[in-house]
Every structure is written in C-alpha cells, then in structure tokens.
C-alpha cells in the first residue's frame, strides 16, 4: 500500500504559481501511474493531470498550458507546478496512484490530507 504525503499549498495571487509535491511511500510507485486531483468547496473531486512511469503526461483541458506533472524516480516524489494561476483554481490538491481502464482513470490509493491552493488578491 502506497501512502502519499502532499504538500507545497498556500495562498497566491492571480497569475502567480505554486509547485506541489507529493512524496510517496513503498517500492510500487516507480511502476505506477500517478496523478493529481483537485476538489474544490462544493464540487467533486476532479482529475487535474497523469503521469505515467516512463513519464507521459495527460492534463485536464481547463489546466493545458499552465499545469505541467512530473516526477522523480530517486525521490518517490511527484509535483505539480501550476503557473497563470486562476480563482478557480482554488481547490485542496490530492495525489494518488491510479489505472487507466475503459478511458478512464481510477484512483487506486488511500486519499491523503491534500493541500489547500488559494488563489485570490
């Protein structure tokens, strides 16, 4: 079981940009696809972007272009660095494994405590 700590949240200003890390535990996350979600006050919890092991990324259309996944093997740590960044990007940030069945990612992982982005002036 892998147990995943996020971290890297805090309050920022239209069109500035935070990097989020989320650090792993246990051998597995170097074979797995990783990814992260965003649930923001009142709405599901969504699929912001995914990362496979050999490092091909997918990004929700609403981040393209501003949100960019990566990870590091050596660390078992993945980060998220979110530029331009928007209010409606406000939304605590999870991470978690996931498999890809049928279109569609699954998240496979317990849910950590996430991490509170705020954006606002």
């Known amino acids: 079981q892998v147990q995943l700590v996020e971290s890297g949240g805090g309050l920022v200003q239209p069109g500035g940009s935070l990097r989020l890390s989320c650090a792993a535990s246990g051998s597995i996350f170097s074979t797995k696809t990783m990814a992260w979600y965003r649930q923001a006050p009142g709405k599901q919890r969504e699929l912001v972007a995914t990362?496979?092991?050999?490092?091909?990324?997918n990004y929700a259309d609403s981040v393209k272009g501003r949100f960019a996944i990566s990870r590091d093997h050596a660390k078992n740590t993945v980060y998220l660095q979110m530029n331009s960044l928007k209010p409606e990007d406000t939304a605590v940030y999870y991470c978690n494994v996931v498999r890809y069945s049928s279109g569609r990612h699954y998240p496979e992982g317990s849910w950590g405590q996430g991490t509170q982005v705020t954006v606002s002036s």
């Open positions: 990362i496979t092991a050999p490092g091909f990324t």
